[in-house]
């Protein structure tokens, strides 16, 4: 056999394809791993800065993360301005994490229809 002539290059191996699930495992990783981290801080200010107890702050950092609102009331001003900064915090979180989540299939969703991009010349 002739080896390929220099006009005609060997072309690159094709790379290996991560199956869907692999990619949507890793998105459902650094999704968990955004709103456990969002809930650890939620937790700490609660009952760091409304002096609730770990087990109502737990509570009240999880319904404000999932967006149902509070559950103890807040008597410090120092309490409410977190609770506030943290349900706008909560909010974004929870967009980016869904963002995140929903990557791989919008991803695998374009590929099956063929919308990737293309030459616009």
């Known amino acids: 056999m002739n080896p390929p002539s220099p006009a005609s290059p060997v072309?690159?191996?094709p790379r290996p394809r991560r199956p869907f699930y692999h990619r949507f495992l890793i998105a459902l990783g650094l999704s968990s791993a955004l709103i456990t981290v969002s809930l650890g801080l939620g937790i700490l200010g609660y009952h760091y800065l409304a002096d609730l107890n770990w087990v109502d702050a737990l509570l009240n950092a999880a319904m404000i993360l999932t967006g149902m609102?509070?559950?103890?009331?807040l008597n410090t001003?120092?309490?409410k301005v977190f609770a506030s900064?943290?349900?706008?915090f909560s909010g974004l979180?929870?967009?980016s994490a869904t963002g995140i989540l929903?990557?791989?299939v919008f991803h695998r969703v374009l590929h099956r229809f063929h919308l990737e991009e293309k030459d616009l010349r």
Do not use: E
Request: aromatic share 10%; hydrophobic share 45%; no cysteine.
């Open 93 to 95: 979180v929870f967009i």
């Open 85 to 88: 900064a943290y349900a706008l």
């Open 102 to 104: 929903l990557t791989p």
């Open 69 to 73: 609102g509070p559950v103890n009331p």
């Open 77 to 79: 001003d120092t309490a």
């Open 11 to 13: 072309p690159p191996p």
